[in-house]
T-cell receptor, first 115, second 112 residues
């Protein structure tokens, strides 16, 4: 079955450093997402991306966050100046088409630890 | 408002028994999806049920949806130790929002 792949699987970074998390969505999918899960907490929506622009973002997704689809396959999440509270598992996801009846597939996640 | 709240929070059963997990939500939805997460791993999609469907099966999984009660259940029959994981429901609401809203999940332990 096609899958969403994410790199790195783990990253440890110093507070204040920039981090880029990378994702390769399923190849024919058109809708892309980032979610995060702080240890022991719910999975939370960050941002959705369609047609080369952000279609929706949450309150968490502030000016420190940005997303990009630099080429036809990659989808990246950048955190400009990491804070301790950014430590979480970050999930990339993709969907073929609009919401109704379309499954969202998630990657394995990138563990980010900010020290 | 909270969506996709599962119960119980934790469930421990013996191999071979059935496991039932419930999910409640608050607003009208397009779909409800169930995911499994092994500890520290990614979210594996199990089943999507649309708002106009009442029941769906996939192998040992059976999902029901009652939109009048705004609730869903996931039944795993003849459980195996490998079913040990956290199970989440996720909803996407009718209206403009793209996002899935997850509950905190049910942590299922299947003892051999």
């Amino acid at each position: 079955e096609p899958e969403v792949t994410q790199t790195p699987s783990h990253q440890v970074t110093q507070m204040g450093q920039e981090v880029i998390l990378r994702c390769v969505p399923i190849s024919n999918h058109l809708y892309f997402y980032w979610y995060r899960q702080i240890l022991g907490q719910k999975v939370e929506f960050l941002v959705s991306f369609y047609n080369n622009e952000i279609s929706e973002k949450s309150e968490i997704f502030d000016d420190q966050f940005s997303v990009e689809r630099p080429d036809g396959s990659n989808f990246t999440l950048k955190i400009r100046s990491t804070k301790l509270e950014d430590s979480a598992m970050y999930f990339c996801a993709s969907r073929l088409g609009p919401r109704a009846g379309n499954t969202i597939y998630f990657g394995e996640g990138s563990w980010l630890t900010v020290v | 408002s909270q969506q996709g709240e599962e119960d119980p929070q934790a469930l421990s059963i013996q191999e071979g028994e059935n496991a039932t997990m419930n999910c409640s939500y608050k607003t009208s939805i397009n779909n409800l999806q169930w995911y499994r997460q092994n500890s520290g791993r990614g979210l594996v999609h199990l089943i999507l049920i649309r708002s106009n469907e009442r029941e769906k099966h996939s192998g040992r999984l059976r999902v029901t949806l009652d939109t009048s009660k705004k609730s869903s259940s996931l039944l795993i029959t003849a459980s195996r130790a490998a079913d040990t994981a956290s199970y989440f429901c996720a909803t996407d609401a009718v209206g403009g929002s793209e996002k899935l809203v997850f509950g905190k999940g049910t942590k299922l332990t299947v003892n051999p």
